[in-house]
């Protein structure tokens, strides 16, 4: 099985842009948030009784890149993922009223069902960004956004609460708010900690 990278952290904290980095090293095969593709994300945006379509399709969807980087050569880069689909956006939506709680156990529990299936990612990389920086790349987005400015501390005290659970050995945080567009900063940590935490062998015969 493939070693998995996910980069997680609140919507315009910088995942996309870290992951676009990250991938023009080479290095890694990769699978992307992709909101305009998914059949409900724009739905759910008009019309809340779309919320539970749109996240079971996103796990379902997240479950499936899961399965496929694992089988890649290269290391697996996912921007987002299955645990921050949960962990972060359906626990954020149902906090907000957008999902009922037999919504959300049932979200719950094809969560719970797939991770005993699939492993954890081998490294979680946490990007932390200030407010200010949240609300200038929300604001300058072109894509759909369901969360909002005003969502990142709740967003980010279900994120951080799954976080506590999470080995310190699979786990990167790095504060991003004063990153340069190229993230080369990120970069260079990234790349040493993924040689330092044993990927190092995916990445020499990828």
Known sequence: MGKLIAVVGASGAGKTSLVHALTNTGNFAVAYEQHAERPFQTLFKGD????????????LYRTEQEKELRASAKIGLVDGGLDLDFHGFTRLFHARGLLSDPEFDLCRRFYELTRQFLSLPDLIIHLIASEEIIRQRLAWRERINIASVEDTALFNSFLDEWLGTISPSKLLQLDVSEE??????????????????????????G
């Open 180 to 205: 340069s567009p190229g993230y080369e900063k990120s970069l260079q940590v990234i790349l040493a900690q993924v040689d330092h935490r044993s990927l190092s062998n995916v990445l020499s015969n």
């Open 48 to 59: 809340p009784l779309y919320a539970l379509a749109n996240q079971l399709d996103y796990l």
